[in-house]
């Protein structure tokens, strides 16, 4: 196959942040994805339905001209959110998901939640309305291992508050692991996973071994091997429960290459060359549409965008980093060449 034709991808996990690094990945976004599920962990956090309709606005004034794209917006869950806010944010067609992050658990979560029965009455609410709860799904115990944190957190809190919130949809986000791939495969449809492009083409290695690579440092961190694996058997499967959220997280060279540095890929530019590629590979090519056009929009609720981006088998360049106001920013570097480029 030279050339392959699918509806408009949507990314259903993406950060655009703000200002002047907004301005600067937001092109790289709308030229191939007609809408995206837009993070909330902006400095401060994006809280109110007013917050969220300002944020909004500010992203459509840096769209450039000529280019279409919706962001969808989400609240950050604090233990001090208003039900009511929540409920009024969703009614009026603002606000798509509500983002759970437990208080510390990455970059920007110091406002998350720490204590659970805070937040009760509010996703007693969600479930209500059906507005969908996405989670970054990590504990933050200093006692558990950094590879566990995410089979963890599916134990001792998914599951708990999925059962104590019967009916909530929840979107298990940038899922790195076998055992959230297996946990999302025995639920109804009321749950389903992100997948990032990253995470089906690294594991730890990548990161840690011949010399640490901090553009390849994100969270949840990279796995082992098995782990990768189960995930491009997710996401090639077609399974509807599986869609994309690149969890494209730009941040400058300067604040990632540092002793303490930033967690994030930045995987805008060339994350459908890379998919395209991943999915070729895996004798899947047929089943990319599902993964980056068609759950998505189904587990939203959502129409599948009628128009169309087209693949053909031509070597892409991909540039090794953006220029930003505030300094460059690396593009992950898939480690092989990309032979699929967006015409
Ligand atoms: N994924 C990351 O490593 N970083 C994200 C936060 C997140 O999605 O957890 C960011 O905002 O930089
Ligand atoms: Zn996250
Ligand atoms: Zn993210």
Redo the contacts with the bound molecule.
């Keep these: 196959m030279n050339s392959l034709t699918i509806a408009r991808p949507d990314d259903w996990?993406l950060?655009l942040r703000d200002g002047a690094m907004m301005r600067a990945v937001l092109p790289h976004t709308a030229q191939h994805f007609a809408r995206a599920i837009i993070?909330p962990?902006l400095v401060p956090p994006v809280v109110t339905g007013a917050q969220a309709a300002a944020y909004r606005d500010r992203i459509m004034a840096a769209l450039p001209d000529g280019m279409a794209f919706e962001p969808l917006m989400t609240l950050y869950l604090t233990e001090d959110t208003d039900p009511d806010d929540v409920a009024a944010a969703h009614a009026s067609g603002l606000v798509r998901a509500v983002k759970l992050?437990p208080a510390g658990?990455?970059?920007?979560?110091a406002s998350g939640v720490a204590d659970f029965d805070k937040i009760r009455a509010t996703l007693e609410r969600m479930a209500q309305i059906g507005l969908p709860l996405c989670v970054?799904g990590e504990v933050t115990d200093a006692d558990v291992d950094i590879f566990d944190r995410e089979a963890v957190f599916i134990d001792r809190v998914l599951d708990p508050l999925r059962r104590a919130t019967p009916g909530l949809r929840v979107v298990m986000?940038?899922i790195t692991t076998s055992d959230a791939v297996d946990y999302a495969n025995a639920q109804d449809d009321s749950l389903g996973a992100t997948i990032?492009t990253h995470h089906l083409v690294i594991n730890r290695n990548h990161i840690l071994a011949g010399g640490i690579k901090p553009h390849y440092?994100?969270?949840?961190v990279a796995k082992r091997e098995g782990h990768r694996l189960a995930l491009r058997k997710a996401a090639t499967s077609g399974d509807a429960r599986f869609f994309l959220g690149t969890?494209s997280?730009?941040?400058t060279d300067a604040n990632k290459l540092l002793p303490c540095g930033?967690?994030?890929?930045f995987t805008a530019p060339n994350t459908m060359a890379i998919l395209a590629q991943v999915f070729e590979d895996d004798g899947a090519l047929d089943n990319l549409e599902r993964f980056t056009s068609r759950n998505g929009p189904a587990f939203y609720g959502l129409p599948v965008n009628t128009d169309t981006l087209t693949l053909t088998k031509t070597p892409t360049q991909t540039p090794g980093h953006i220029d930003t106001d505030d300094g460059p920013v690396t593009v992950f570097d898939p480690g092989f060449p990309l032979h699929w480029s967006v015409t």
């Design positions: 996990h950060h993070m962990n992050y658990a990455t970059t920007n979560s970054h986000e940038h990032t440092y994100c969270l949840p969890d997280a730009p941040h930033c967690a994030g890929c």
